[in-house]
């Protein structure tokens, strides 16, 4: 892997305009149970503008980003070697249903660990008016040779 990554800054990623069938969809692929996800009353009832997304959905948005360091020609980093090590959040706010979200992945680190190499990924995701959403933050690990 290309240590030269670290602190590489990516284009932002093309919006993301978050269904409320999208956002149905994943709670009912994660098991999350909450009628916030499911029912606009109830959501609204908590003072949402509308369903809100479980808090693991940003991964559907930092998806992206991931796409765009696989894909970086001089990484280095050979897919069918990599596994997710760590997956974090840090949230300014929910992500609900309506949000338009845009994605900027910085390369936070990279480095060697027992023969394996680790980078990690921070996609800061903000909405519409720029204003942030959350952090999503991710490690992966490039397997060594076996």
Sequence with gaps: MNPELQGRVFAPTPPYLVGREKVREFARAVFATSPLHF??????AAGYPDVVAPPTFAVVVQEQTLAQLLAE????IDFARVVHGDQ???????????????????????????????????????????????????TLVVRGDE
């Design 88 to 138: 974090r959040f840090s949230y300014s706010r929910p992500i609900v249903a309506g949000d338009e979200l845009t994605a900027t992945l910085t390369v936070a680190a990279v480095k060697s660990l027992g023969g394996h190499n680790m980078v990690t990924a921070e996609s800061s995701i903000v909405d519409a008016t720029g204003a942030h959403v959350v952090t999503a933050t991710s």
């Design 39 to 44: 029912d606009p009353a109830a959501a609204c």
């Design 73 to 76: 020609p001089d990484a280095g």
